[in-house]
């Protein structure tokens, strides 16, 4: 572990005691804060083994920077805001680019040639290259997205803060998530992988192969499948009732991965948009 990793860990034992006033603490939190915002540091990442790796003191150091500040009073053109953080700037320099009404926090990451239609990124969220946040969307705190990934209009990728171990969502390269889709609680979608349209993705819905009826998986949609969101009936005391599930309605081979007009087909076949 880094020094300034022990530091951190040494500060988050202190929490509920730290205010702003500790300015050892905050040199240590901006520091990581700033290489966040460059990305020389991530909340997490995938490992050699395919498993989701959480560096929770990065985590923590977020946590602790809301200890360390006050709110504050800040402007955009004509925009007035009031808080603990200021927004991301210099997007030229980085290769990115912002229509107005998008904004990211400092501390977020947004690789080149990221594109932000009116949408929001927050703090410790990374963005990999060549990837567009629609209109409307939002890339919660800590969220992971991939290259090359299509977040459509009013996704919601949920942000994971508290507990500092908890999994972030994760979007992994290629993948395309629907308009309106919801994924959250540390959900995560597989390499080339598309989401149907208002499809809702937490841990504990399950995912189902639509081929065999089988349980995939929780929470997680594997590379190059295309799914929709789906009902299956449920016995209980009260009654039968249908719960939510995703389905995994195609596995998609190598010369289907890349034909948007086929997987649009593809998903109006079972009834569902992009």
Not at 192 to 200: D, H, R
Request: charged share 20%; proline share 5%; with cysteine.
């Amino acid at each position: 572990m880094s020094d300034l990793a022990s530091r951190i860990r040494h500060w988050y034992e202190q929490v509920a005691e730290i205010d702003p006033t500790n300015l050892e603490a905050r040199r240590d939190v901006e520091l990581v804060i700033a290489k966040l915002d460059d990305g020389q540091l991530r909340v997490a990442e995938i490992d050699e083994n395919n498993a989701v790796v959480v560096h929770e003191w990065v985590k923590q150091a977020i946590l602790l920077l809301f200890r360390l500040r006050g709110l504050e009073t800040s402007l955009a053109g004509p925009f007035e805001f009031h808080d603990k953080l200021e927004l991301k700037t210099q997007y030229a320099r980085r290769g990115v680019r912002v229509v107005p009404g998008a904004s990211a926090r400092r501390g977020s990451f947004l690789s080149p040639g990221v594109i932000m239609m009116p949408s929001y990124v927050n703090i410790g969220a990374w963005v990999g290259p060549g990837s567009m946040i629609d209109t409307w969307a939002t890339v919660g705190s800590c969220a992971q997205i991939g290259a090359n990934v299509h977040l459509a209009g009013g996704v919601g990728i949920g942000g994971v803060l508290e507990p500092a171990n908890a999994v972030p969502v994760v979007i992994e390269d290629g993948a395309f998530i629907g308009s309106r889709c919801m994924v959250v609680e540390g959900a995560r979608v597989g390499k080339g992988s598309v989401l149907g349209a208002g499809t809702i993705l937490n841990p504990s819905i399950p995912v189902i192969d639509a081929e065999t009826g089988e349980e995939i998986s929780r929470g997680y949609v594997p590379d190059f499948c295309v799914a929709v969101s789906a009902q299956r009936r449920r016995e209980f005391p009260g009654g039968d009732f249908y719960l939510p599930c995703v389905l995994v309605i195609k596995r998609l081979g190598e010369n289907e991965r890349h034909s948007k007009v086929a997987l649009n087909a593809l998903l109006r076949d079972h009834g569902v948009a992009t």
